[in-house]
């Protein structure tokens, strides 16, 4: 029976998306290749001062990705740093340094990483003034960069990719400013909070006082999870009753961390003239989502381990209204894309439900990925597949029309190389420095043996993928972690976004080579196959060894 | 000289893109949606809390402990799940435990708690279900499962001095389905089950 509802709820999460691809990827595809400006956008770059008409090169367009980004890490910086006079901020003290960066870096990012505790950090003007807005802007970042890869695509002999300003504009204020307007009334419904009431001291039923929180929840709530962004109002995340108080809007919460991923190969479709290269894509993202969800659910519910066999299943850290399938679905689509929202706490699963987070963040966050970053993750991945597919036919590869030379496969291998540099290095380091070394293991990891080891792989996986989760018994509050991981999430963000403009300026130069008979098709199940094989691969040979160190050991004791 | 003044340039773009978005996505959105919701929603807006006669005795939405002064449970009330929130069921620290699966902390607590749920209402340490022994993630779950819920009901008869049917229907009555008959668990929601209780005498 529980099975059945189990398929019932992901049967519901699958026919929204599907009913949600061809609108809302249509939508999108409109959005970024129409060339007619609203009238309050033109007085909005005029008051910005650029010329939306004008195209830019990929240099000029990296350009604008990171001034904007530098501008909007000083924002939040500096936001935090001056809580103590800002209004609405609850008596709280100014943020210290080396938190301020880490949380800077995160949200700018799109990470979402918390090394703090909301409820006793973070007032409401830094939270909407500073993350709220960031929560947006990231995300729109991601998607416009995405789009630019696709405009690679599709253009020939092209020396532009498109403009990053009215590429920012278009999908913070088109897209996801609207969608989050809806999102936020149906999660008011659902009994999200949205107020400026501070905290109120109640007097309970059996006579003990309880601070009830207030705060504006709703409107950050749903660009957290739309945004693919994950960064709760409260410490427990989208497991907190007033940000997600009920079943239903649990689910509701899956779509909107789905939506606009799995709509973005419809607009990939689109805008290179090919449908069919859409549903492709969008299948290999659906066929990995649906083994890695089958494969959590089936470890939780089989709660093996000492602490869930004992207490008769697998309940801590989970909350009665999900139980564990709705907790299982959220985890995957947490950790699919680039969310790393959770609404059960992933440090408390079985040691080998415990790894299927660290696995789909391993595998790039690319299905279906962050808002952006899951697509271009995954174009990536898709040229060195028919770059495997060219080596085996002995021809040279080409993708949508474009030849696969050598430049293209320096920048997607170096692409694939930064995020599994970072997760390494950085839990490497973690234990390698002497100083650093007792830091971690006496403050930082919480629970002891193997498992602390885990935590901290866990920690630097999240980071450098841009995801936001945690095994959040670590301590991430020190020094170290607030400077490595703010490392990490910077890196792991715009170097793997540099290669792709760079990459989206090479293919638009090239002109389009006709398909012939030598030419793999790319829209057929071989090329799903072939892709998904490709993601899996790449991702066990590079992460296997850690893994044996970390959950394997603990799962397989 | 030409690229730093196209770079400052940029940078001014950007800051000036960064105030239109604060203004807009920071300030005028939150207070469009903060709008709707009081005047619209008030009740959800606000916390869904709820009454006991005039005084606001919680939230709906949030779990709070029925315990004594000293922390021990009140054998009067209907238990929720153990909490990490605080203290357990601090509304200002909203947080699971985070215990591992092998975690030897976690593992004599949920020893200790099946022993004690099982002391306190006269039943088998095999009866007791797993929500009963483990927090929640959020520490602050308003719910526990209609199995702990009936589980408890003898106890909380006896020590009201009201029939056991009485209280075994109260329960029953206050079962709530999964979300549109599939999404979710079957829960109890503690505060409002304990409220309907006190009404009851």
Same mark, same amino acid.
Do not use: C
């Given at each position: 029976?529980?099975?059945?509802?189990?398929?019932?709820?992901?049967?519901?999460?699958?026919?929204?998306?599907?009913?949600?691809?061809?609108?809302?990827?249509?939508?999108?595809?409109?959005?970024?290749?129409?060339?007619?400006?609203?009238?309050?956008?033109?007085?909005?770059?005029?008051?910005? +001062?650029?010329?939306?008409?004008?195209?830019?090169?990929?240099?000029?367009?990296?350009?604008?990705?990171?001034?904007?980004?530098?501008?909007?890490?000083?924002?939040?910086?500096?936001?935090?740093?001056?809580?103590?006079?800002?209004?609405?901020?609850?008596?709280?003290?100014?943020?210290?340094?080396?938190?301020?960066?880490?949380?800077? *870096?995160?949200?700018?990012?799109?990470?979402?990483?918390?090394?703090?505790?909301?409820?006793?950090?973070?007032?409401?003007?830094?939270?909407?003034?500073?993350?709220?807005?960031?929560?947006?802007?990231?995300?729109?970042?991601?998607? *416009?960069?995405?789009?630019?890869?696709?405009?690679?695509?599709?253009?020939?002999?092209? !020396?532009?990719?498109?403009?990053?300003?009215?590429?920012?504009?278009?999908?913070?204020?088109?897209?996801?400013?609207?969608?989050?307007?809806? +999102?936020?009334?149906?999660?008011?419904?659902?009994?999200?909070?949205?107020?400026?009431?501070?905290?109120?001291?109640?007097?309970?039923?059996?006579?003990?006082?309880?601070?009830?929180?207030?705060?504006?929840?709703?409107?950050?709530?749903?660009?957290?999870?739309?945004?693919?962004?994950?960064? !709760?109002?409260?410490?427990?995340?989208?497991?907190?009753?007033?940000?997600?108080?009920?079943?239903?809007?649990?689910?509701?919460?899956?779509?909107?961390?789905?939506?606009?991923?799995?709509?973005?190969?419809?607009?990939?479709?689109?805008?290179?003239?090919?449908?069919?290269?859409?549903?492709?894509?969008?299948?290999?993202?659906?066929?990995?989502? =649906?083994?890695?969800?089958?494969?959590?659910?089936? =470890?939780?519910?089989?709660?093996?381990?000492?602490?869930?066999?004992?207490?008769?299943?697998?309940?801590?850290?989970?909350?009665?209204?999900?139980?564990?399938?709705?907790?299982?679905?959220?985890?995957?689509?947490?950790?699919?894309?680039?969310?790393?929202?959770?609404?059960?706490?992933?440090?408390?699963?079985?040691?080998?439900?415990?790894?299927?987070?660290?696995?789909?963040?391993?595998?790039?966050?690319?299905?279906?990925?962050?808002?952006?970053?899951?697509?271009?993750?995954?174009?990536?991945?898709?040229?060195?597949?028919?770059?495997?597919?060219?080596?085996?036919?002995?021809?040279?590869?080409?993708?949508?029309?474009?030849?696969?030379?050598?430049?293209?496969?320096?920048?997607?291998?170096?692409?694939?190389?930064?995020?599994?540099?970072?997760?390494?290095?950085?839990?490497?380091?973690?234990?390698?420095?002497? !100083?650093?070394?007792?830091?971690?293991?006496?403050?930082?990891?919480?629970?002891?043996?193997?498992?602390?080891?885990?935590?901290?792989?866990?920690?630097?996986?999240?980071?450098?993928?841009?995801?936001?989760?945690?095994?959040?018994?670590?301590?991430?509050?020190?020094?170290?972690?607030?400077?490595?991981?703010?490392?990490?999430?910077?890196? !792991?963000?715009?170097?793997?976004?540099?290669?792709?403009?760079?990459?989206?300026?090479?293919?638009?130069?090239?002109?389009?080579?006709?398909?012939?008979?030598?030419?793999?098709?790319?829209?057929?199940?071989?090329?799903?196959?072939?892709?998904?094989?490709?993601?899996?691969?790449?991702?066990?040979?590079?992460?296997?060894?850690?893994?044996?160190?970390?959950?394997?050991?603990?799962?397989?004791? | 000289?030409?690229?730093?003044?196209?770079?400052?340039?940029?940078?001014?773009?950007?800051?000036?893109?960064?105030?239109?978005?604060?203004?807009? &996505?920071?300030?005028?959105?939150? &207070?469009?949606?903060?709008?709707?919701?009081?005047?619209?929603?008030?009740?959800?807006?606000?916390?869904?809390?709820?009454?006991?006669?005039?005084?606001?005795?919680?939230?709906?939405?949030?779990?709070?402990?029925?315990?004594?002064?000293?922390?021990?449970?009140?054998?009067?009330?209907?238990?929720?799940?153990?909490?990490?929130?605080?203290?357990?069921?601090?509304?200002?620290?909203?947080?699971?435990?985070?215990?591992?699966?092998?975690?030897?902390?976690?593992?004599?607590?949920?020893?200790?708690?099946?022993?004690?749920?099982?002391?306190?209402?006269?039943?088998?340490?095999?009866?007791?279900?797993?929500?009963?022994?483990?927090?929640?993630?959020?520490?602050?779950?308003?719910?526990?499962?209609?199995?702990?819920?009936?589980?408890?009901?003898?106890?909380?008869?006896?020590?009201?001095?009201?029939?056991?049917?009485?209280?075994?229907?109260?329960?029953?009555?206050?079962?709530?389905?999964?979300?549109?008959?599939?999404?979710?668990?079957?829960?109890?929601?503690?505060?409002? &089950?304990?409220?309907? &209780?006190?009404?009851?005498?």
């Amino acid at each position: 029976m529980d099975a059945l509802f189990a398929v019932m709820q992901a049967a519901t999460l699958a026919l929204i998306l599907a009913l949600l691809y061809r609108p809302l990827g249509d939508y999108m595809a409109r959005l970024y290749t129409s060339d007619r400006d609203w009238k309050f956008e033109r007085g909005l770059y005029r008051l910005i +001062g650029v010329d939306p008409r004008s195209e830019q090169s990929w240099p000029a367009y990296l350009r604008g990705v990171l001034a904007f980004s530098v501008v909007g890490l000083l924002f939040v910086y500096v936001l935090q740093r001056a809580q103590a006079v800002l209004p609405y901020s609850l008596g709280l003290p100014a943020v210290p340094e080396g938190l301020s960066f880490n949380t800077a *870096a995160s949200f700018v990012a799109n990470t979402n990483w918390q090394s703090y505790s909301p409820e006793l950090t973070m007032g409401y003007t830094v939270q909407l003034a500073g993350l709220a807005v960031q929560n947006f802007v990231s995300a729109a970042v991601g998607i *416009a960069v995405a789009v630019a890869l696709v405009r690679g695509f599709a253009r020939r002999n092209s !020396g532009t990719i498109g403009n990053f300003w009215v590429d920012l504009f278009r999908g913070a204020f088109r897209l996801l400013l609207p969608l989050s307007v809806i +999102g936020a009334i149906v999660l008011l419904i659902g009994g999200v909070v949205q107020n400026f009431n501070g905290f109120t001291e109640v007097t309970t039923l059996a006579g003990n006082t309880q601070n009830l929180p207030g705060g504006p929840v709703a409107s950050q709530e749903v660009i957290k999870l739309l945004g693919t962004n994950g960064g !709760g109002f409260f410490n427990a995340n989208s497991a907190h009753p007033f940000e997600n108080p009920t079943a239903w809007t649990s689910l509701f919460q899956n779509v909107l961390m789905l939506a606009i991923p799995f709509a973005l190969p419809r607009t990939f479709g689109r805008m290179v003239g090919s449908n069919k290269q859409g549903y492709a894509i969008l299948a290999v993202m659906a066929t990995l989502y =649906l083994i890695s969800l089958f494969a959590l659910s089936a =470890l939780e519910s089989g709660g093996n381990g000492t602490a869930p066999e004992l207490a008769g299943g697998a309940l801590e850290g989970k909350e009665a209204r999900f139980g564990i399938f709705g907790s299982t679905l959220f985890g995957t689509t947490s950790t699919l894309t680039s969310t790393g929202a959770v609404n059960s706490m992933h440090d408390s699963f079985t040691a080998l439900g415990g790894m299927m987070p660290m696995l789909n963040m391993m595998l790039g966050e690319v299905a279906p990925g962050g808002v952006g970053s899951g697509l271009y993750g995954m174009l990536v991945l898709a040229i060195i597949a028919v770059f495997i597919a060219g080596l085996l036919v002995g021809r040279t590869p080409e993708y949508l029309g474009k030849k696969i030379g050598p430049r293209e496969i320096k920048l997607a291998s170096l692409y694939i190389l930064v995020t599994p540099t970072l997760v390494l290095v950085g839990t490497a380091l973690s234990f390698a420095i002497p !100083g650093i070394r007792e830091d971690v293991e006496s403050v930082s990891i919480w629970n002891p043996g193997i498992h602390g080891m885990s935590e901290v792989l866990y920690a630097f996986t999240s980071a450098s993928n841009n995801n936001g989760s945690a095994f959040a018994g670590l301590t991430a509050n020190t020094p170290w972690f607030n400077t490595a991981l703010g490392v990490a999430m910077l890196l !792991g963000r715009f170097i793997p976004i540099v290669l792709v403009l760079a990459l989206a300026g090479s293919l638009a130069a090239q002109d389009k080579v006709p398909a012939t008979a030598g030419t793999l098709p790319t829209h057929r199940p071989q090329f799903v196959g072939l892709l998904v094989g490709v993601t899996v691969i790449v991702t066990a040979l590079t992460y296997f060894p850690v893994l044996t160190l970390g959950p394997l050991a603990e799962g397989l004791n | 000289m030409s690229s730093t003044r196209t770079a400052v340039r940029t940078h001014w773009v950007a800051v000036r893109a960064m105030l239109i978005f604060t203004a807009v &996505l920071g300030v005028a959105y939150t &207070l469009v949606v903060t709008g709707i919701g009081q005047v619209v929603l008030p009740a959800q807006a606000n916390g869904s809390v709820v009454r006991s006669g005039d005084e606001v005795v919680g939230s709906a939405l949030i779990g709070q402990s029925f315990t004594d002064a000293s922390g021990e449970p009140l054998p009067e009330w209907f238990q929720p799940r153990p909490s990490a929130a605080g203290d357990g069921y601090g509304g200002g620290a909203s947080s699971g435990s985070n215990q591992g699966p092998e975690n030897a902390d976690l593992i004599a607590a949920i020893e200790e708690r099946k022993a004690q749920v099982a002391e306190f209402n006269g039943v088998s340490e095999a009866d007791v279900p797993a929500d009963a022994v483990t927090a929640s993630a959020s520490g602050l779950d308003p719910h526990i499962s209609p199995e702990y819920a009936l589980l408890q009901v003898a106890r909380v008869a006896d020590e009201r001095g009201l029939p056991e049917s009485e209280v075994r229907e109260l329960v029953e009555s206050r079962i709530q389905a999964r979300d549109l008959g599939y999404l979710g668990e079957p829960t109890v929601n503690v505060l409002q &089950l304990n409220l309907a &209780l006190s009404e009851l005498g």
